[in-house]
């Protein structure tokens, strides 16, 4: 055997199969059906492999599984997977094969107002080892650029880049921890034939170069982790190029046009080659022949694997013959779809792959190989960046990506302040206290809660379901826990609910309460903000009940509906004594009346007037069925904190098990 195939890497697969849920409808009787659970078989016995220094393209027709089973070799998939995957005979765990491969996904998944390279240098903070220097990240980052040949544009936001431009980025992201798998699902989509020529040749030349530096698994997996594990040296610079024969010379010289080649050769002592899977649609002919294997899919099955090369062989063994100036990955598609006689093409290629491929998967792996443990060794002794400074990050990222959508943040903001100036208009001069203002002091104030419980609730039920592919994808990669992700999101929205709850009331204050001097105002706004806080609980907790913002804004209807009726203007909370206690609407509106009315000792009483007199505050918090103890105030504030605190654990578990059970991809 070669020394460098029996140095190398090799991932196996055998016999996977995946299912999904799928309903049947049963007509057993008109009054007896029912909807059975069926299960629908998407992958049957797929079994292959691949080895470091491959470029393999699945190929199939939409609907084949290529997707699938790319997803399932990697262990991104969630469900009814069953089979085996093995690194050179160790069977591989799901944390395993995260650790040592990237996934590179059809579309681009990222945060698009941040630069290339803000991009690639706040991923670094996550995928590289904990004790990487910034300076030895920065460095990672710029070789990064380079290699993908987007040096001239790191400093433009990610929305301005090109598709291509896009697609690169994604590869140098995932290109950070240095893997050795890359698995890529159809990554020319949606590309110019050049810029997928580009992204190809780029993923042949990381194949067929070896690229794992001992001081680039230092700076990814960490100092106290890297060892050299023999004694061997060698003289000969580890990133030549492999040899080959002279058909290839051709393939290596339009290799050399790539920005890589000088980035690669500052890269010592490379121990191992890559290997990169692909899903493609109908690649183009100079495309096709980048790859060096292929795998055909039809219906979940395979119909070929084997080197791009021997394919038509294959075909013209079993009387297919690819016409002249015919590019093979159609004439291949093409054949599997298309009957021949009184068979079908994909039927009879799949019968005779079985034959010549049957009991190769069936007992023992392919060969007794010696594992190289290498990179596993240093998975496991890799240490991300500590929960505390994931939860600082990502407030970073959140308060970056407004900041620079402070356009749509700015006409937001100013609506709301018009709002402000409306009430301030509708109840100036209602501060005096006289029987008549009594209730227009407490619809003012009723306003002024509902006002900032509707503004931040509704003002973040987008986030989930805008937010839930960029959460899936870098949660399901490990990049960070979920929990940091949740608990920035819920902090970086506290300054924000403390700044527009006090110019809110600012607004208003000055129009209508400004008689009664600045402790009131501290207090009011302490309050508005903590029901601008409870709001946005309130309002991740609709977003996350459902995963459409459009379904949370509707059905959020009813619950608005009865929070509102039990907040003590539309109905006397003394006959819902237990239901008013789960409306964050009346612990505001009770907080705020108790606040402005507690110290009031006379109101202005005249001996004709005809409706009922009430004399003091306290008569006006009994009439309306509030508690007057003095605790009253602070009490309401730690219940709306504990109302947050209940929608936020809710949220939090409704995400972690829609991801959980929807997959990463």
């Given at each position: ?363 023992s792996w392919l060969l007794a190989r010696n594992y190289s443990g290498e990179y596993l060794k240093h998975s496991q002794n890799f240490k991300k960046i500590r929960w505390i400074y994931q939860v600082y990050l990502l407030i970073i990222r959140f308060m970056t ?62 986030i989930f379901p805008a937010a839930l592919p960029i959460i899936r994808r870098e949660v399901g990669e490990g990049t960070y826990s979920l929990s940091a992700y949740y608990v920035a999101l819920v902090v970086s929205f506290v300054p924000v609910a403390f700044f ?161 059970r929807s997959g990463y991809y």
């Amino acid at each position: 055997m070669p020394a460098d195939e029996h140095d190398g890497l090799c991932l196996e697969w055998k016999q996977l199969n995946y299912y999904v849920p799928a309903q049947e409808q049963s007509n057993y009787s008109f009054w007896n059906e029912c909807r059975k659970q069926q299960e629908l078989r998407i992958l049957h016995d797929v079994s292959g492999h691949l080895k470091t220094g491959d470029l393999i393209a699945i190929l199939g027709g939409s609907g084949a599984g290529k997707t699938t089973l790319l997803a399932a070799i990697s262990q991104r998939l969630r469900g009814n997977l069953t089979g085996d995957v093995v690194l050179n005979g160790m069977a591989m765990e799901r944390h395993q094969m995260t650790r040592i491969s990237s996934f590179l996904p059809q579309f681009e998944i990222n945060v698009k107002t941040f630069t290339a390279y803000e991009h690639l240098y706040f991923m670094s903070h996550f995928k590289m080892h904990r004790r990487t220097t910034k300076a030895e990240k920065r460095q990672r980052v710029s070789d990064l650029l380079l290699a993908v040949g987007l040096r001239d544009a790191a400093h433009t936001r990610i929305q301005q880049l090109s598709g291509g431009e896009r697609k690169r980025l994604s590869l140098a992201e995932e290109l950070i921890t240095d893997p050795i798998f890359l698995f890529c699902d159809e990554p020319t989509t949606g590309l110019d034939s050049f810029s997928a020529y580009s992204v190809i040749k780029t993923l042949r030349h990381l194949c067929t170069r070896r690229r794992i530096a001992k001081h680039s698994l230092t700076q990814v997996y960490g100092e106290d982790s890297f060892a050299t594990p023999s004694d061997e040296s060698t003289t000969s610079n580890s990133i030549e190029m492999e040899i080959v024969d002279k058909s290839q010379e051709s393939l290596l010289q339009t290799m050399k046009e790539l920005p890589t080649l000088s980035v690669l050769n500052n890269s010592p002592n490379g121990r191992h080659k890559k290997a990169a899977i692909c899903s493609i649609h109908q690649p183009t002919s100079d495309i096709f022949e980048l790859f060096t294997h292929i795998i055909l899919m039809d219906g979940g099955r395979i119909i070929y694997q084997g080197r791009t090369e021997k394919a038509a062989k294959f075909f013209t063994d079993m009387g297919f013959m690819q016409p002249l100036n015919c590019n093979p990955a159609d004439f291949y598609l093409k054949t599997l779809v298309e009957s021949q006689g009184a068979g079908n093409a994909g039927e009879l290629l799949r019968a005779k792959y079985e034959h010549e491929t049957d009991g190769l998967y069936s007992g023992s792996w392919l060969l007794a190989r010696n594992y190289s443990g290498e990179y596993l060794k240093h998975s496991q002794n890799f240490k991300k960046i500590r929960w505390i400074y994931q939860v600082y990050l990502l407030i970073i990222r959140f308060m970056t990506e407004d900041l620079r959508n402070i356009k749509s943040g700015l006409i937001g903001f100013g609506f709301f302040m018009i709002t402000a100036v409306t009430l301030s208009l509708m109840y100036s001069g209602v501060g005096g206290l006289t029987q008549r203002t009594v209730q227009d002091v407490g619809g003012s104030i009723f306003m002024l809660s509902n006002e900032m419980i509707f503004t931040f609730s509704y003002g973040v039920t987008y986030i989930f379901p805008a937010a839930l592919p960029i959460i899936r994808r870098e949660v399901g990669e490990g990049t960070y826990s979920l929990s940091a992700y949740y608990v920035a999101l819920v902090v970086s929205f506290v300054p924000v609910a403390f700044f527009k709850g006090y110019l809110f009331l600012s607004v208003i204050y000055a129009s209508i309460y400004y008689t009664r001097g600045f402790l009131l105002y501290v207090t009011m706004g302490f309050l508005m903000s903590l029901s601008a806080i409870a709001a946005v609980g309130y309002g991740i907790f609709l977003s996350s009940l459902f995963e459409t913002d459009k379904m949370a804004s509707e059905c959020a209807a009813p619950f608005d509906l009865i929070f509102l009726i039990f907040g003590g203007t539309y109905m006397n909370v003394d006959s819902v004594p237990l239901l008013k206690y789960l409306s964050l609407f009346f612990y505001s509106n009770e907080a705020l009346m108790y606040n402005f009315w507690i110290d009031i000792d006379n109101i202005d009483c005249p001996v004709n007037e005809e409706h009922p007199c009430v004399k003091t505050g306290l008569e006006v918090l009994q009439q309306a069925s509030f508690r007057t103890a003095e605790y009253t105030y602070w009490m309401d504030c730690v219940s709306l904190l504990l109302v947050a605190l209940a929608f936020h654990i809710v949220s939090f578990v409704l995400v972690r098990r829609y991801i959980n059970r929807s997959g990463y991809y």
